[in-house]
């Protein structure tokens, strides 16, 4: 499966934006998604997954009660809404898929699949 996300850019502090996650060549349905994210000079972090059903979500605690992640296998596509966004949320954000257990959820080792990533900029 090739995942392509987009939907990053600029915003300032408190503001909101919503990045997709596109596949193509499979479904997404028998897959968890899942969003990482990437700060310059620091590691991989997990911020929030979903799973196959839609019904069981998970968040890094850093983004809870301001993030929403969601997903329309229909339309082949996993969503990250990201609210009340702080500069700290600057990162390149990375969407995955993969069949990851409950223990794996929030470990990129649990995806084997990884779109390009796309640039979020909060200003203060």
């Known amino acids: 499966v090739q995942l392509q996300a987009y939907g990053g850019g600029l915003v300032q502090a408190g503001g909101s934006l919503r990045l997709s996650c596109a596949a193509s060549?499979?479904?997404?349905?028998?897959?968890?998604m899942g969003w990482f994210r990437q700060a310059p000079g620091k590691e991989r972090e997990f911020v929030a997954a979903?799973?196959?059903?839609?019904?069981?979500?998970y968040y890094a605690d850093s983004v809870k009660g301001r993030f929403t992640i969601s997903r329309d296998d229909a339309k082949n596509t996993v969503y990250l809404q990201m609210n009340s966004l702080k500069p700290e949320d600057t990162a390149v954000y990375y969407c995955?898929?993969?069949?990851?257990?409950?223990?794996?959820?929030?470990?990129?080792?649990?995806?084997?699949?990884w779109g390009q990533g796309t640039q979020v900029t909060v200003s203060s």
């Open positions: 995955a898929a993969g069949r990851p257990i409950s223990s794996t959820a929030a470990s990129s080792s649990g995806y084997g699949y």
């Open positions: 060549g499979r479904t997404i349905s028998t897959y968890g």
């Open positions: 979903i799973r196959r059903s839609g019904g069981t979500t």
